[in-house]
């Protein structure tokens, strides 16, 4: 499975951007997460959907701002940001894997394919 990443840019703090992240094909299984990651920094998690129920968890840091969500019409799973912040500067990654467990959702380790990132800059 390949994975397409996009909609990054740059936007005012405050602003919106949607990311979305397209596989190559049709997964129905498993989950799909973004992740962001700055220079010198760990990869870390941002959020996560489970493809089959719809069980979504996003990082405390983005609670209330940022919204996974699946668009099966389009074969996609968007992360919609809302006011941003300076700190919300990164690479945005999506992932996906079939055989995560839950407790494992927040762990890039535990994804097998990833996209090839989109840059999201929030100026102040």
């Known amino acids: 499975v390949q994975l397409q990443a996009s909609g990054g840019g740059l936007v005012q703090a405050g602003g919106s951007l949607r990311l979305s992240c397209v596989p190559s094909?049709?997964?129905?299984?498993?989950?799909v997460g973004w992740f962001r990651q700055t220079p010198g920094k760990e990869r870390e998690f941002v959020a996560t959907?489970?493809?089959?129920?719809?069980?979504?968890d996003h990082a405390g840091s983005v609670k209330g701002r940022f919204t996974i969500s699946r668009d099966r019409a389009k074969n996609a799973v968007n992360l919609q940001m809302n006011s941003l912040k300076p700190e919300d500067t990164a690479i945005y990654y999506c992932?996906?894997?079939?055989?995560?467990?839950?407790?494992?959702?927040?762990?890039?380790?535990?994804?097998?394919?990833w996209g090839q990132g989109t840059l999201v800059t929030v100026s102040s």
């Open positions: 992932a996906h894997d079939e055989r995560l467990i839950w407790s494992s959702r927040a762990t890039p380790n535990a994804y097998d394919y």
């Open positions: 094909k049709r997964p129905n299984i498993g989950y």
């Open positions: 959907i489970k493809l089959n129920g719809g069980s979504t």
